[in-house]
């Protein structure tokens, strides 16, 4: 089992882009969550999802979006990167009921 | 609203016990976890408190007191490779809010 995985490991856009950060997991968990971590800034919620066709925002929402079609897939897009969205983001599964949080290992992005 | 607080910063030496304080207010709250970092890496799940007390686990321990919504994680026998962040995430049904972390630095 893979567990939670995430792609790409580290991604460079130029102001203006867009792109979709995938985080996929074979836990079959109901619960996904996209966090953010900068220096001194702990980890921020981006967006969730209980279960599939179902998301909500979080803390830091603006910028971003998400869908759930699967069970297995939470992707998040920023549809025009800013310098502000450079961070270390982490997809993160847990069971319905459950108390630990699966962490995937992180997508590094930097926009320029 | 939603709060939470936990030092930025702790210094222990090594072989020492350390205590981790973390006081929170949220909503819909159900139960405290304690999650690792180290530097590079993915916040990795230590414990988890649903009810008030201590929950052991290895050298490792967990307190709740739902009632000064306050916990703590305490960490005996320090070794070099406990250098990490600790973060104090409060657990709602639906999703779990992660404060800024406290660093953790140890002294050989």
């Known amino acids: 089992n893979a567990g939670v995985t995430q792609t790409p490991k580290f991604q460079v856009l130029k102001t203006g882009q867009s792109m979709t950060l995938q985080c996929a997991q074979d836990?079959?968990?109901?619960?996904m969550s996209w966090y953010r971590q900068d220096p001194g800034m702990g980890l921020r919620l981006i967006h969730y999802s209980v279960g599939a066709g179902i998301t909500d925002q979080g803390e830091v929402p603006n910028g971003y979006n998400v869908s759930r079609s699967t069970t297995e897939d939470f992707p998040l897009r920023l549809l025009s990167a800013a310098p502000s969205q450079t961070s270390v983001y982490f997809c993160?599964?847990?069971?319905?009921?459950?108390?630990?949080?699966?962490f995937g290992p992180g997508t590094r992005l930097t926009v320029l | 609203g939603q709060s939470l607080e936990q030092p930025s910063e702790v210094t222990a030496v090594e072989g020492a016990i350390v205590q981790i304080n973390c006081t929170y207010q949220t909503s819909g709250f159900y139960g405290l976890s304690w999650y690792q970092q180290h530097d590079g890496g993915a916040p990795t799940f230590l414990s988890y408190n649903g009810l008030d007390g201590l929950e052991e686990t290895g050298r490792f321990s967990s307190f709740l007191s739902r009632s000064d919504s306050y916990g703590y994680l305490l960490l005996q026998e320090l070794q070099m490779k406990d250098s990490a962040s600790y973060f104090c995430?409060?657990?709602?049904?639906?999703?779990?809010?992660f404060g800024k972390g406290t660093r953790l630095h140890i002294l050989p």
């Open positions: 836990m079959n968990h109901e619960y």
């Open positions: 995430a409060p657990n709602r049904d639906d999703k779990i809010i």
């Open positions: 993160a599964t847990r069971g319905r009921g459950g108390n630990e949080q699966f």
